[in-house]
């Protein structure tokens, strides 16, 4: 069975920074062959689009919320994606999911979440 | 950009049939056949049940169906269930540079 796990979530001052992780496991999923997203959630609201990356990590793109301050990237080697976060803002907050785009368009795997806090 | 239009709540009683609307443009919805459906329980991850409009993933039960018409695009349960009850979110591409956006979610009360 896939399995997607989050972590590096945590609890953060406006204007630092915080690294995401999120490891691939289990069969019938290969890592290097999907494109892969991130996620986010906010307390009470629906999901948002973050970022998405390429198999090799020469496309990046980002909701215009982020830019400029999150980096996405991934290691297929070790079948696993980032989210570099910085100058961190309030409305950052919320559950941050990874999610493998096994169709066009599409994002079938999922992990559990890692929650991010940034209050003052 | 904003996200796409979707009803706030739906409800329907065990057995009868609903559908959730979700309305963009032509610059999203209307771009191609690449809207995606999800489901949501509380406290838990999105799950994929429709891709590209109309396809189910495999195990997802073939109650769920998808369509779409112009700038608008449904998600069609039918034979309604107790377990149906969840936030439901379009999903699609748009023009603008690779972004991707969200529908504004769906509540589904199952009476």
């Known amino acids: 069975e896939v399995q997607l796990v989050e972590s590096g979530g945590g609890l953060a001052l406006p204007g630092e920074s915080l690294r995401l992780s999120c490891t691939a496991s289990g069969s019938g999923f290969t890592f290097s062959r999907d494109w892969m997203t991130w996620v986010r959630q906010a307390p009470g609201m629906g999901p948002e689009w973050v970022a998405n990356?390429?198999?090799?990590?020469?496309?990046?793109n980002y909701v215009d919320s982020v830019k400029g301050r999150f980096t996405i990237s991934r290691d297929n080697a070790k079948n696993s994606l980032y989210l570099q976060m910085n100058n961190l803002r309030a409305e950052d907050t919320a559950v941050y999911y990874c999610a493998g785009d096994g169709f066009a368009y599409a994002m079938n795997v999922w992990g559990q979440g890692t929650t991010v806090t940034v209050t003052s | 950009q904003s996200a796409l239009t979707q009803p706030a709540s739906v409800s329907g009683s065990p057995g009868q049939s609903i559908t959730i609307s979700c309305t963009g443009t032509s610059s999203d919805v209307g771009l191609c056949n690449c809207v995606s459906w999800y489901q949501q329980y509380p406290g838990k991850a999105p799950k994929l049940i429709i891709y590209?409009?109309?396809n189910r993933p495999s195990g997802v039960s073939n109650r769920f169906s998808g369509s779409k018409s112009g700038n608008t695009a449904s998600l069609t349960i039918s034979g309604l269930q107790a377990e149906d009850e969840a936030d439901y979110y379009c999903f699609s591409p748009t023009s603008k540079t690779s972004l991707r956006l969200f529908g504004e979610g769906t509540r589904l009360t199952v009476l």
């Open positions: 990356i390429n198999q090799d990590g020469s496309q990046k």
């Open positions: 590209e409009v109309t």
